[in-house]
């Protein structure tokens, strides 16, 4: 087979500013999830809006304001059905709306594609340790489990 | 793809001007000032001396871009483009460039001029910061070949693929397809783009993706996925929707900022996405 052939001095193409690789467009056999992502991102959006401005508020302003947050507060919080299911929305939702955020920096920033994949998984093992744990905790809080608290209901059971 | 300009400077540089001078004092008039006329300068085209910072490269002799500066003095009524040409015909004739048409419709000769994507017969001199050099670079993301020219066959590869042409379906009409004017206008904007690339080659995803479509092929698909008469939008927008095309958008404007022709290109891919996500639900 004869070499390829080559324009005069063809031996200069790597020392080329390289801004790009060549057009080779693979077509995905995986679906393709971006339509879901982009859409999600715009609704837990503007569900956040609603869910973190609402947290601040009923923690924060109303009442006594800052000063009343400690673990009766939370314990308080946490008996009822409602505050567990607004948390756990807002941690589900804050959590995936921050990751498809940065999953999408490190695919326009990440060049290389080892460098790219070790970051995805990073941040996606972030991401489930965070659901996880903070799931968990929603759900199993125990109001008891602080000895210097003594709740009536606690000595009671 | 046009060919670089080779016009050596003798013929369209000295002889050109030698001559003019020449037509000029055998016909008494034309362009030439009459004598002791124009006293006061009324009318006059007022000159200054420009630096041009041209990025040079080279294949055959540089290893790697360099800068170039030239000391040129222009008119009022000149443009970036003149300026080109003046270095090209009268200093440097290896300076390479494209340019067809020269005035602002071809789409030839867009090139980064002072850090922003222009087209450089549309740039007139006297509108830039003349204190400080004028550079004039190629625009990025596209391989160049050299000095100021890029290859674009990246740029049409993207551009072929989203079937850039009529698609119909059903018997072919006796006469014209009609179109009322308000579906005329639904796309018109967009039917404006001229394939300069100032607006891909502006993009921040496409410098680092060079496998997203970029702005320039979603306005082409967006004046056919709004055509009233066309019948392949479904095609078109199966093909946007790819994990390259315009959910790669981030909305940086640096598109609609760039375009020559003022086509609103960051709110056409906009567009697109809304009519892919009206399709799926």
């Known amino acids: ?58 923690n924060l302003v109303q009442g006594e304001g800052i000063h009343q947050v400690d673990w009766g507060f939370v314990a308080g919080k946490w008996s009822s059905p409602f505050w567990q299911t607004w948390d756990l929305l807002m941690l589900w939702l804050a959590q995936l709306h921050g990751t498809n955020g940065v999953r999408t920096v490190i695919n326009d920033y990440a060049e290389r594609d080892a460098t790219r994949f070790w970051l995805k998984m990073a941040l996606y093992l972030a991401t489930v340790i965070v659901l996880v744990v903070g799931t968990l905790v929603i759900f199993t809080f125990d109001p008891c489990a602080d000895p210097t608290r003594n709740f009536d209901f606690c000595s009671a059971a | 793809m046009s060919s670089p300009e080779t016009t050596p400077r003798e013929t369209s540089g000295t002889a050109g001007s030698a001559k003019s001078a020449q037509a000029a004092s055998e016909h008494d008039g034309g362009a030439q000032p009459r004598e002791g ?52 015909w009268e200093v440097d004739g290896s300076l390479t460039f494209r340019r067809s048409c020269a005035h602002g419709v071809c789409g030839s000769d867009a090139m980064r001029i002072n850090g922003v994507n222009r087209l450089a017969c549309k740039v007139l001199l006297k509108d830039l910061n003349l204190d400080k050099p004028i550079t004039v670079e190629p625009i990025k993301g596209l391989p160049v070949e050299k000095d100021l020219l890029v290859d674009m066959e990246p740029f049409f590869a993207s551009y072929r693929e989203i079937m850039p042409f009529l698609i119909t379906k059903g018997a072919e009409p006796t006469r014209e397809r009609i179109q009322s004017q308000v579906d005329r206008e639904r796309f018109d904007d967009t039917t404006k783009c001229i394939l300069c690339a100032a607006c891909t080659s502006s993009c921040p995803v496409f410098w680092t993706d060079g496998q997203y479509f970029g702005p320039a092929a979603i306005v082409n698909a967006h004046r056919f996925i709004f055509d009233s008469r066309d019948a392949g939008s479904d095609l078109r927008l199966e093909i946007l929707n790819d994990k390259e095309g315009v959910w790669r958008c981030r909305t940086t404007f640096n598109c609609s900022e760039a375009c020559p022709r003022g086509i609103q290109v960051t709110k056409a891919i906009a567009e697109v996405k809304q009519a892919i996500i009206a399709r799926k639900f």
């Open chain 2, 37 to 88: 006329g124009n006293i006061g300068g009324t009318g006059e085209v007022p000159s200054f001396e420009v630096t041009l910072k041209i990025r040079r490269y080279d294949p055959e002799r540089d290893s790697e871009p360099r800068w170039e500066e030239h000391r040129l003095t222009m008119y009022g009524t000149d443009r970036v483009l003149d300026a080109l040409h003046k270095v090209k």
């Open chain 1, 1 to 58: 087979m004869s070499a390829p052939e080559q324009t005069p001095g063809g031996s200069y193409a790597p020392a080329l500013e390289t801004p790009r690789s060549p057009y080779k467009r693979s077509r995905s056999t995986r679906p393709n999830w971006e339509l879901h992502g982009w859409l999600f991102m715009r609704m837990s959006g503007l569900a956040l809006i609603v869910l973190v401005f609402g947290h601040l508020f009923i």
